[in-house]
């Protein structure tokens, strides 16, 4: 088995914050991971980008490694945790990526710390918050995507309050009927499900704290920034869409009129889509070698 490219530290204060590092170069990327996982997606990545730049992977507070208080979470308290690991590893500004919810960190961080962020890589998240009309003002198209992140949320949140009696168990609830076990995996993936499970009573349960992603997911419906707001974003960005939503087939959680509102307002100097990946299968091989040189080198933002 190739050996894993990560090497762990914390970040002290009040909440601590567990970081890993994959390489040794001076000026890594901060990787920011979604809402109920950690850093171990970004694995692939961190094969592709190589030793000399190198990746940071955040457990962000209420995940993987790193504390989990009762309260204190949403995009202003992870965008703050996100300036406390630059000034922990001595940058000054950073290339910051985030996938799904950590999309929106990265926003909010680059946002509310404008001289700390040089980039942004914004991984099938951050789309504009819409303000919110009625229900019964709500077009079809909107109707539908709202409720596509309702089901696929619903489903990742599920997993959180569920005990596994190994982790073969648990990839039952990833792969149903499949019966796979972790040997059936490529190790880096296997690895990723390892790493996302504690141990309890009676077996395992996913570490992501339940609090963490039920306060975190409201607080990012409201306090997202609109397509107004982004156009304070003063630094350049790259979209990478996924071309499904959260399940093979589903509509893709950006699709292409979102996709130009963004556009309209953000420095968007890249961009692709990624046929066939859905919005977790994009982190893995094959796709990631679409995107990783995005990580591995300055030259779309220079």
Known sequence: MEQSPWKSERVP????ISISRAGVGPDPVVCLHGITAQHRAFTPAARHVGA???????????????????????LEAHAADVIRVLDHLGLEEATVAGHSMGAFVALKTALAYPDRVRALILLDGGWPRLEAPPQEDMT???????????????????????????????????????????ADLPPDLADYYRYDLQEVDGGYNPKCSPDAAKQDSPDVTRTSPTADEMRAVGCPVALIRAGEGFFPGSRPLIPDATRDVMA?????RSEMVLAGANHYTMLWPPYTRQWAGLLRDDGWWR
């Open 13 to 16: 204060g009040e909440v601590e």
């Open 52 to 74: 000399v730049r190198g990746l940071v992977g955040v457990d962000l507070r209420g995940r993987g490694d790193s504390d989990k208080p009762d309260s204190g979470y949403g």
């Open 140 to 182: 079809e198209e909107q109707e539908r995507e709202a409720e596509a992140i309702r089901e696929g949320l619903a489903r990742a949140f599920s997993r959180l309050d569920m005990v596994f009696e190994t982790p073969d168990a648990y990839l039952g609830f990833w792969f149903p009927d499949q019966n796979l076990t972790m």
């Open 264 to 268: 309209g307002a953000l420095d968007l």
